[in-house]
């Protein structure tokens, strides 16, 4: 695509020189990288300080993936040639604790003379819940020390929030407790920088130096310095060190080592400290300096944006006598620094988040000291909270607290207004209403969607892993345990309990992990339960990493078989799938996951602990999989013959799948498959309706479009100017759609330029279809950039690629009215509840007048999906056109050669993704022309065509009626809309409401589809020309019906469905001319239970409406026609439209008692 590309030819032949290789490449000084690229980094760069020094040196990782560390495998599997060639040894550990212990193995290599190398710098790494549970061994491992030249960094991953947690966690006390050091990176720059630090500290004190990791460091992204020259540490000159020295020695005794650890090493952590200054002052504050801010790691980010926002340079904080401690180690905190920090000040503000440790030690260390300075931090200097111990902390917060404080010694009416506007911002936060709500949900297609069922009446628990959603599912799913504790609760609740038996969701992963051991402490128990172990072959929630332990069906089978359990069901979705010389256990049996709620029942019905393997791939993994030709593609899709939907949900209800979403049609809400997020489970062929059809042969209709096609590009906008301020902008979506790739995009090309760039993705639970955020800030240079997140009011581009996520509160509190670039995408996507809720509506018109309050006339909507989906053939473009809209409006402060590049170089779906940002480009210059185009592909949602006028409707529906039966059936219809039409005119002037109402509703009841209608709607021509603007390919279709008189019931009672090929087309053209007898004696179909049932509705409704428009007054209009509306939930087929039937029965009761009480009832006497 050489040929779009308008810059420069020198600065193209630039950006071609760079290379995705460069991050590992150790030429390199300036590299792109994100949180777990810089930690490879950091061990290829050791490995060759060591060699620069002679040494030969080996590297060992091991430990457990977590969010924040979940994408710390992925990297290490991806970049296994370059850490082979380094000697880094990378061994995934089962759990936190075996992982740590392997560690320390790593440091005994050489210890005994049998080492093959110098020594083995290692790296363990686990979030907050595996150091909690890895207390005994770090205990251990620093009480024995590390390995002259080796050393050990742990990586601890905290999640203050509980984003993708089941707590809310802040490892650093466990680490104090066992007296290992922790340094506190500054973003992605000091992974490396601090990493390497770290693994000098680790060799000199003989200790485990942990590296604090949150989300804002490890999973952010930055152009940082990787020059060799950059990190130079030191040895102390004034530590004298014991005999036989600190490290790590055979024969050690118990009482030596805690001796060493007390007595020595803590000493030589301070010593080292001195010597290294990680902790300096970074502004003086003057020769006045009044008051001191000290801060670490994230924290020191959020301080130095909170003095951007409040305009405070370094010259500023001289003059106001703002001095500024950057903490590098936070314990144990070095105090000869401190106290030469303290010197002077009046007040110290220690601006940490969660349980204060820093702040602690601090008090400890003035206290008593002359001229003492208060200091504040957790509370304020009245008592009051000031930096909360819950949640996490906001630049905003933070400019608020410094500058009040400020202001408190001199008067400075600039600080003023800019502290009065940062309150104004963070109040939005508190008073805007919430409208954009998108839950964490399962994936299309994840087994989960079937597996976390429970039968009626019975109940489950949750546990560690993404069946902890279910709890929100309305599946009789509650509470779970801390990860390898499922089922041990029940053990102790069961005895006093009336309930005799619950059932356990166990994940592969956590059964690998620990969760064995709970279930054999079950077991033992001689508890009633049922363990349902999801078998999908990853750690899903974590990204999909590979299973440890080379785990199979029947190997967990033989496993708990081994423990004792009493029965053994595997339920899948391929029962034939499995080799005839798969060694299972005795009596363990096989079964579809059609039969999920009778194995089930069966099972909760065995005294003591049964076990339910559920083998279904992970639906992402396979997806990725397919992506990379590593897995089968089954060569079939869905589709729903929208005329033939009753839009009843009950497919939904099925699949609990989100790619089964909402159609607006002329006739009411549809459903629809949609093409570029399903993962191909199949389960929604299970919802109880004919209008399923499986389609082989057959790929997503591709847009024949060419760039040519349309009107030639648009002259290149003025590319804004990065002042001072780092440029923010807040990319908005749903998990899975790209919005992660845009903010990956956009930092590399901002790399490309040599700018200063730094991202992060806020995505946690929320990649399973929730809300994702991508912030993303550009600067003139690296060290302009301090907090990564855009805070309220720092957004000079929202790309709203999502509504729903875009309408909510911190998006719209990140705007500025009337200078922020706001553009969205008004495609209704609907979150997960729709699956259970068919009457889930987006509260469009709010979320867009919530927008424009907050944006003012910056703002821009624009239904992206349908533009994309209708040019490309793939909804995913749908936010890389709205990257090339918004470049084109000059919102993007990056040459698109540099974008283009970045594209290339991501890989990804390189050509769509180039033709999507160039067809945004053109939509920005020419909305209507591109429009027109789309038009042309597929007919824009019903929510953005014309609506149709009460005639049109009317007659659209008569001759609907006239093809479905004859004349006469119309008639009869017209009769009845006309009376209404009459009546309401004389009785409601100027009401259409009722009229509009029976002519929508009258039409529904009396378009019954039976079996008739349903082959006539099959062979119209309306489903092939459905199929043709959908599909290509050579189509052979499948249609999955449930004839009365031959589909069997299910283990539920409801009747299966029965598979039928391509030969059912003339079938449907014969059956479909047999029209005629319906309603005739010859009519078989019309004496079973629903076809009655049916017929009955259709009387029943026309003498409730002459009972209606007799007593019609304007004061029970609005009743009238919620009842003649009645008929818009009677939906579905069979037993779904039974129960719809007895609920709307119930309802008119109700509303008929309104409508008479609202004005006096006319007997048919007057």
């Not at 560690?103 to 080492?115: P, Y």
């Not at 299966?1056 to 059912?1064: A, D, P, V």
């Amino acid at each position: 695509m050489a040929d779009v590309v308008e810059g420069p030819v020198d600065f193209i032949d630039d950006l071609k020189s760079v290379s995705l290789n460069d991050k590992y490449d150790l030429t390199k000084r300036r590299i792109f990288v994100s949180g777990p690229q810089a930690v490879i980094r950091l061990l290829l760069m050791q490995k060759e300080i060591d060699r620069r020094a002679g040494l030969n040196t080996a590297g060992f990782i091991s430990g457990y993936p977590g969010s924040p560390l979940g994408g710390l495998d992925h990297n290490f599997l991806r970049a296994g040639a370059s850490l082979a060639a380094s000697d880094v040894v990378f061994q995934p550990g089962l759990n936190e604790d075996l992982a740590a212990t392997a560690i320390w193995g790593a440091q005994q290599a050489e210890m005994r003379g049998e080492g093959k190398f110098d020594g083995v710098f290692s790296l363990w790494y686990g979030k907050g819940p595996g150091v909690d549970r890895s207390g005994d061994v770090l205990r251990h491992v620093n009480l024995a020390g590390t390995a002259r030249n080796g050393g050990v960094l742990a990586l601890m991953g905290d999640d203050h929030t509980a984003e993708s947690s089941t707590t809310a966690h802040q490892s650093e006390f466990t680490f104090v407790d066992v007296m290992i050091p922790i340094l506190s990176p500054a973003g992605v720059q000091e992974i490396v920088d601090f990493g390497l630090y770290g693994y000098a500290m680790s060799r000199f004190t003989g200790a485990w130096v942990a590296l604090k990791c949150l989300k804002d460091t490890i999973e952010s992204t930055g152009s940082i310095d990787v020059s060799f020259d950059r990190v130079a540490p030191r040895a102390p000159a004034d530590f004298v060190m014991p005999p036989g020295g600190l490290n790590i020695r055979p024969g050690d005794k118990v009482l030596d080592q805690e001796k060493r650890l007390q007595n020595f090493k803590r000493d030589a952590m301070l010593a080292w400290l001195r010597a290294n200054q990680l902790n300096r002052i970074v502004t003086s504050g003057g020769r006045n300096a009044k008051i001191g801010v000290i801060a670490a790691g994230k924290s020191y980010l959020d301080v130095r944006q909170a003095m951007d926002d409040l305009g405070i340079d370094e010259a500023g904080a001289n003059a106001l006598g703002l001095r500024l401690y950057k903490i590098g180690c936070a314990w144990p905190l070095e105090p000869e620094g401190l106290r030469a920090f303290a010197r002077g000040l009046e007040l110290i503000i220690v601006v940490e988040e969660k349980r204060s440790l820093i702040e602690v030690q601090v008090r400890e260390e003035l206290y008593g000291a002359p001229d003492q300075p208060v200091c504040i931090g957790k509370k304020d200097e009245q008592g009051r909270w000031l930096f909360p111990v819950t949640g996490a902390l906001d630049a905003n917060d933070i400019a608020i607290a410094i500058g009040r404080r400020i202001l408190r010694f001199a008067s400075n009416e600039k600080l003023e207004q800019r502290v009065q506007r940062l309150e104004r911002a963070q109040s939005a936060l508190s008073t805007d209403e919430a409208l954009g709500l998108r839950s964490p949900y399962f994936c299309s297609g994840c087994p989960h969607n079937t597996s976390t069922r429970v039968p009626e009446g019975m109940r489950a628990y949750a546990g560690i892993g993404c069946h902890y959603m279910a709890q929100w599912m309305d599946r009789s799913t509650e509470g779970f345990t801390q990860m390898g504790g499922e089922g041990a609760n029940w053990v102790g609740e069961a005895p006093f309990s009336k309930r005799p038996h619950v059932f356990q969701n166990l994940g592969d992963g956590t059964y690998n992990h620990s969760g064995i051991l709970a279930l054999r402490f079950a077991v033992t128990a001689g508890v009633n339960i049922t363990y349902k172990i999801l078998f999908n072959g990853v750690v899903a929630m974590t990204g999909g990493q590979r299973l440890e332990g080379h785990l199979t069906p029947d190997k967990i089978a033989r496993q708990v078989a081994a423990e004792g359990v009493a029965r053994i069901v595997i339920v899948t979705d391929e029962p034939g799938k499995y080799p005839k010389d798969l060694q299972w256990p005795d009596g363990a049996a096989i079964r579809s996951r059609r039969d999920l709620d009778a194995v089930q029942r069966e099972l909760a019905a065995v005294a003591g602990v049964t076990v339910l393997i559920y083998d279904q791939g992970c639906a992402s993994e396979k997806r990725r999989q397919r992506k990379r030709g590593e897995a089968p593609d089954p060569g079939k899709r869905v589709i729903i013959n929208e005329l033939v939907c009753e839009g009843c949900g009950d497919c939904g209800v099925k699949s609990n799948c989100v790619s089964v979403q909402p159609l607006e049609t002329e006739f009411g809400r549809k459903r629809m498959i949609d093409q570029s997020s399903c993962n191909k489970d199949f389960s929604c062929l299970e919802g109880f309706c004919p209008s399923f059809v499986t389609v082989r042969g057959a790929q997503p209709k591709r847009a024949h479009f060419r760039l040519d096609a349309g009107p030639p590009l648009p002259h290149r906008p003025d590319i804004p100017e990065i002042g001072t301020r780092p440029y923010g902008i807040l990319v908005t979506g749903v998990g899975g759609t790209g919005v992660v790739t845009i903010g990956a995009i956009l930092g590399m090309a901002a790399h490309l330029e040599g700018k200063g760039c730094g991202s992060i993705d806020m995505a946690g639970l929320a990649q399973k279809g929730g809300a994702v955020f991508s912030h993303v800030k550009i600067a003139r240079s690296p060290g302009e950039i301090h907090a990564i997140r855009v805070a309220a009011g720092e957004a000079d581009l929202v790309l709203g690629c999502d509504l729903v996520v875009s309408s909510s509160k911190t998006v719209l509190a990140a705007m500025r009215a009337g200078d922020t670039g706001v553009l969205v995408n008004t495609a209704e996507i609907y979150p997960g509840d729709f699956t259970r809720n068919a009457e889930f509506r987006l509260p469009t018109d709010r979320m867009k007048r919530a927008i424009r309050r907050a944006a003012g006339e910056t703002v821009g909507f624009i239904d992206a999906t349908w533009v994309a989906t209708a040019l490309l053939g793939n909804s995913i473009a749908a936010n890389m056109f709205m990257l090339g809209h918004a470049w084109q409006q000059g919102l993007v402060p990056l040459d698109d050669a540099s974008l283009l590049r970045a594209l290339e170089l991501n890989g990804e779906a390189v050509e769509m993704n180039t033709q999507a940002f160039l067809w945004g480009r053109r939509h920005a210059a020419d909305p209507g022309a591109i429009e027109a185009l789309a038009a042309r592909q597929h007919a824009p949602p019903a929510a953005a065509s014309e609506p149709e006028t009460l005639d049109q409707i009317i007659a659209r529906r008569a001759a609907f009626l006239t093809a479905y039966q004859n004349p006469a059936y119309a008639a009869r219809y017209m009769k009845l809309v006309d009376r209404a039409a009459e009546v309401e005119r004389a009785r409601v002037p100027g009401g259409e409401a009722l009229t509009e109402a029976v002519a929508r509703y009258f039409f529904k009841l009396m378009a019954i589809k039976d079996e008739y209608e349903v082959a006539r709607l099959y062979s119209d021509g309306s489903f092939a020309r459905q199929l043709a603007a959908t599909f290509e390919g050579d189509l052979k279709l499948e249609y999955h019906l449930a004839p009365p008189f031959l589909a069997r019931k299910g283990s539920n009672g409801e009747p299966l469905k029965i598979s039928f090929g391509s030969w059912m087309a003339p079938v449907f053209k014969i059956l479909a001319s047999l029209k005629v007898l319906r309603g005739t004696p010859l009519d078989v179909f019309s004496y079973t239970k629903e076809r009655r049932a049916e017929r009955k509705l259709i009387d029943h409704y026309e003498i409730l409406l002459d009972q209606i428009l007799d007593n019609l007054r304007p004061e029970n209009a609005g009743v009238a026609q919620a009842i003649a509306s009645i008929p818009e939930k009677i939906r579905g087929y069979g037993h779904i439209k039974a129960r719809h039937i007895h609920d709307a029965k119930a309802e008119e009761i109700a509303l008929l008692a309104q409508f008479h009480a609202a004005a006096p009832v006319k007997l048919a006497a007057e």
